[in-house]
């Protein structure tokens, strides 16, 4: 019985976890970033929405993406495999969750 209850609790708080995670943009970014290996850069970086240089770049943002933003961070992770900055993200929304995913360049 206790090993149910021990089961149950261990699962519970694991789902609540999830939640927390996803709940807003900035925080889908932040875990993100924090799980692909870049601690410090999830935790001191600013996230702020991408403002797009084009019209027609968003218009076709909007046909392609379009429960989705583009969000930028100020201080992006440098990964040295493509010797290059992770600064774009999109972040999908799904019901009331969020899920970010590294966009390149925008």
Same mark, same amino acid.
């Not at 429960?67 to 961070?73: C, E, I, R, S, V």
């Given at each position: ?11 519970? #708080?694991? #789902?609540?976890?999830?939640?927390? !995670? *996803?709940?807003? $943009? ?5 875990? *993100? ?5 870049? $601690? ?17 770049? %968003? ?6 993406? $379009? ?5 930028? !961070?100020?201080? $992006?992770?440098?990964? %040295?495999?493509?010797?290059?900055? !992770? ?20």
């Amino acid at each position: 019985m206790k090993k149910i209850i021990r089961n149950t609790t261990l699962v519970i #708080v694991v #789902v609540v976890i999830f939640l927390l !995670l *996803h709940l807003t $943009p900035k925080i889908a970014i932040r875990t *993100h970033v924090l799980f692909m290996g870049y $601690p410090i850069e999830s935790f001191t970086s600013d996230i702020y929405e991408y403002k797009f240089s084009y019209k027609v770049d %968003k218009n076709n943002f909007i046909k392609f993406y $379009p429960n989705a933003k583009a969000y930028t !961070l100020t201080k $992006p992770p440098f990964e %040295k495999a493509t010797e290059s900055e !992770l600064s774009n993200y999109i972040v999908r929304k799904s019901g009331f969750l969020y899920f970010a995913d590294i966009y390149g360049e925008t």
